[in-house]
């Protein structure tokens, strides 16, 4: 069992920054960030592959302002969102999977986190 540590949600105005932070217990094949806002599904905004080149994927709605980055020392990824926006408020969610031939769908990944709210105000 995998468990994964979120941290860094929490309110800024439209424009500003903010860092998540995830930390697991182990590792596993591939990391991800979802968001899910009320009434709405969970989406997948960034993954990272862990272990060789660390390859990348992030939703057309976050790319060229978020940044998924991984620390294979201390187990971490990090979410950096920079010119957030109103529809960027949802909860977040950290996740770990096993396999690297399912990344997008939620049912790809074994482990979540408790989430962690970000709320930007216009």
């Known amino acids: 069992q995998v468990q994964l540590i979120e941290s860094g949600g929490g309110s800024v105005q439209a424009g500003g920054s903010l860092r998540l932070s995830c930390a697991a217990s182990?590792?596993?094949?591939?990391m991800a960030w979802f968001r899910q806002a009320p009434g709405q599904e969970r989406e997948a905004i960034a993954r990272?592959?862990?272990?060789?080149?660390?390859?990348?994927f992030y939703a057309d709605s976050v790319k060229g302002r978020f940044t998924i980055s991984h620390d294979n020392a201390e187990k971490t990824i990090d979410l950096q969102m920079n010119s957030l926006k109103s529809e960027d408020t949802a909860m977040y969610y950290c996740?770990?999977?096993?396999?690297?031939?399912?990344?997008?769908?939620?049912?790809?990944?074994?482990?979540w986190g408790q989430g962690t709210q970000v709320t930007v105000s216009s």
């Open positions: 996740a770990a999977g096993h396999s690297r031939l399912c990344t997008l769908s939620p049912t790809c990944y074994n482990y």
């Open positions: 182990a590792t596993t094949a591939k």
């Open positions: 990272i592959f862990i272990g060789g080149p660390g390859s990348t």
